[in-house]
């Protein structure tokens, strides 16, 4: 059985698709592109996806992850290929790697978010990050299923600035005078979420952006403490396979005359 993991991201008006919106239409895309998947077995098989941590619901993303398991081989660029023009243009695949290594999830253990705040001016954003940033405890409150819920917004923040520019990637791009923050968060329990940084700010500096703030995951993966950057989760995938490539393009290389 063969695994390949997928990058795919949530441009435009489609990061307004909910998590399972996206599964029907991947799961169309499938049959459009005659994917050979293998299924789970008992009374009700399904394609075997694996989801590996989705953006929520209204939040753009150019670093979703997914991984499927197939029941014939198949070129996983030729695979992503399909899939991408199977799928509606925003729900975009962007890259395909075969897994070669274990625990893609526990590779996702942060991520970078960019928030664009139309008619924030960009004083009063960096005078509020400063205010969250000295704080030592932010506590914000998130409505759930058993009720209110209060939590620290601040302590999973690894890092939180304003930019200058925007990201190419980042959604609605435009140019109206805005402020443009950089948010680098881990992945906690409870979960710390963009908007659970917008309340922390309004809570510590009453910065409120008269209209919703337009939010990008740029990249999630392994928080590498050393550089302060978050890695590529399917870079050890990719240096497995061209490990394997060298091995066997030097298995088949003749030994020289004379070689012991």
């Excluded at 996206?22 to 459009?32: H, K, P, S």
């Excluded at 960019?114 to 009063?124: H, I, K, M, N």
């Excluded at 600035?161 to 609605?172: C, F, G, L, P, Y």
Aim: glycine share 6%; aromatic share 4%; charged share 25%.
């Amino acid at each position: 059985m063969q695994r390949i993991r997928l990058r795919y991201t949530k441009r435009g008006r489609l990061r307004f698709t909910s998590h399972r919106d996206f599964q029907r239409a991947f799961e169309r895309a499938l049959r459009r592109a005659e994917v050979p998947m293998a299924y789970s077995a008992g009374f009700t098989p399904h394609p075997k996806v694996s989801y590996a941590n989705a953006a929520p619901t209204g939040t753009g993303s150019e670093a979703e992850y997914l991984e499927i398991a197939l029941a014939a081989p198949r070129d996983p660029q030729m695979l992503r290929d399909l899939l991408d023009e199977s799928l509606p243009p925003g729900l975009d695949i962007v890259d395909a790697v075969e897994a070669r290594t274990s625990g893609l999830a526990d590779r996702l253990t942060a991520s970078v978010w960019e928030l664009r705040l139309d008619g924030v001016d960009p004083a009063e954003a960096e005078r509020a990050v400063a205010a969250f940033n000295e704080a030592g405890t932010v506590e914000v409150q998130r409505t759930t299923k058993n009720g209110v819920r209060t939590f620290d917004a601040r302590s999973a923040v690894v890092s939180l600035e304003r930019v200058t520019t925007q990201s190419q990637q980042a959604d609605r791009p435009g140019d109206q005078p805005c402020a443009i923050l950089r948010l680098v968060v881990r992945h906690v329990t409870p979960a710390v979420r963009p908007d659970d940084v917008l309340s922390g700010l309004r809570a510590v500096a009453d910065l409120a952006p008269p209209v919703p703030v337009a939010v990008t995951r740029l990249a999630q993966g392994l928080f590498d403490e050393e550089t302060g950057t978050v890695t590529d989760p399917l870079a050890p995938d990719r240096e497995a396979a061209q490990a394997l490539t060298t091995a066997a393009a030097a298995a088949t290389v003749p030994a020289t005359e004379g070689s012991a």
